[in-house]
């Protein structure tokens, strides 16, 4: 049931908002994004605020349903008390916006050989995003990362993922469905659930959890910027060394306070002499204006697909 997912796709097909951004930013907005307290909710200043896994009320429908099924999946193991201690500064936050030597290097035939390297899944991911009209919904970057993945996984295999996990995903607590969304939520804790889940995947995110379910391969810092990335990679990272670190161990998640986020790899930027600068993500809005660089987060974790 492996689809050919490469149905053609050019650069000259992506949207000009994906591709050709404007990286000049005004005043206003940069004050306006660093004074966000949530580091997964939109940064458009004119959106209400959602709650994780709640609609708002101008949601389409359809972003409803996806909701809702995300919610039941996660168990509700969610990063609902995720904010902004301390927010960066706009010259932090956008500083890749200041460069005016970025240049597209991608071509079309190079766009399309780098796509073909990715999974069905993951290229359905990608397929799924450049076509939709609707990039950036809004809501918990866990409920839209997720549901893209399921969504595009059921696309290509007929189902969704929990009916492919391995039995040997179970814990004497846990069912295997139950250790992926514990992992994929990152549902840090003191007790001895979490730290019943296995340590070297704990943190990571969708990373972790499809890469412990033999879904893909972890990635690293040092790998996602050497290059090592192929479109639809999901990701997840962490603002700061320190609560990845108490996250990881189980901690008291409402008390700490971390700042995490889960979104997809599109493509890289490369400037003039081909080195990489920044990643394009897809997320629900937060920060997919704009390509990541560096030093937006001190832990990068990522997984390249394989189903």
């Known amino acids: 049931m492996m689809a050919n997912l490469n149905t053609g796709l050019k650069m000259k097909d992506i949207p000009i908002n994906i591709l050709q951004k404007n990286y000049s930013v005004s005043p206003l907005c940069l004050m306006l994004i660093a004074l966000m307290i949530y580091s997964c ?37 969610v990063h609902k008390y995720i ?73 290509v295999h007929g189902h969704l993922p929990y009916q492919d996990l391995p039995d040997s995903m179970a814990t004497k607590l846990y069912t295997p469905k139950q250790v992926f969304n514990l992992l994929y939520a990152t549902a840090s804790d003191e007790s001895e659930g979490w730290k019943s889940l296995p340590k ?10 499809l890469a412990y379910a033999g879904m893909g391969s972890l990635v690293d810092s040092t790998g996602i910027w050497n290059g090592q990335l192929k479109p639809g990679a999901m990701m997840q990272v962490w603002r700061y060394r320190k609560d990845y670190e108490q996250v990881v161990q189980g901690t008291d998640v409402e008390k700490l306070d971390p700042y995490g986020h889960s979104f997809i790899f599109i493509n ?25 660089i560096p030093r937006d987060y001190e832990v990068w974790w990522a997984v390249n697909l394989n189903v």
């Open 83 to 155: 904010s902004l201690k301390t927010p960066p500064t706009p010259t932090e936050l956008d500083s890749l916006d200041q460069k005016d030597n970025l240049t597209e290097k991608e071509e079309d035939a190079s766009w399309e050989a780098f796509l073909a390297k990715s999974s069905p899944v993951a290229q359905k991911i990608v397929e799924n995003y450049l076509n939709s009209e609707n990039k950036e919904p809004g809501g918990h970057c866990l409920t839209v990362s997720k549901g893209r993945f399921t969504q595009a996984y059921k696309e």
């Open 41 to 77: 909710a939109s940064n458009r200043p004119d959106e209400a605020k959602t709650a994780p896994l709640e609609a708002t009320e101008n949601q389409t429908q359809e972003n409803k349903n996806q909701t809702t099924e995300v919610a039941v999946n996660l168990d509700f193991h």
């Open 268 to 292: 890289y930027v490369r400037d003039e002499k081909n080195k990489i600068v920044g990643l394009r993500i897809a997320d629900q809005g937060f920060q997919s204006y704009r390509p990541l």
């Open 200 to 209: 070297a995947y704990r943190g990571k995110g969708n990373a972790g959890a």
